[in-house]
């Protein structure tokens, strides 16, 4: 795994996704708009970093058939990533 400098944002982002994951143990998808509503940051700015995440391998976004983002979900490595920045999201 190479070395990958998250912003504090990016870290609280990767944070809600494990703790989501976690909670529900993997058996339901994240919310795209629980994420932007539970961070209270731009939507823009999530979604631009999400797509990045998606290829990156990290999640994946499930869209409607128009495309919307409607679910996330963290690929294995996505869950690798998060737990080598859990802790450290303030």
Do not use: Y
Request: one cysteine or more.
């Amino acid at each position: 795994m190479s070395a990958v400098r998250l912003s504090p944002l990016h870290k609280r982002m990767l944070h809600w996704l494990a703790a989501d994951h976690q909670r529900t143990q993997g058996r339901i998808t994240s919310s795209h708009q629980e994420l932007v509503r539970a961070l209270q940051r731009d939507k823009g700015n999530i979604s631009h970093s999400l797509r990045t995440w998606e290829e990156r391998g990290w999640i994946v976004i499930g869209r409607s058939s128009g495309g919307k983002a409607e679910s996330l979900r963290l690929t294995p490595e996505g869950q690798k990533r998060a737990s080598q920045f859990a802790g450290s999201c303030d």
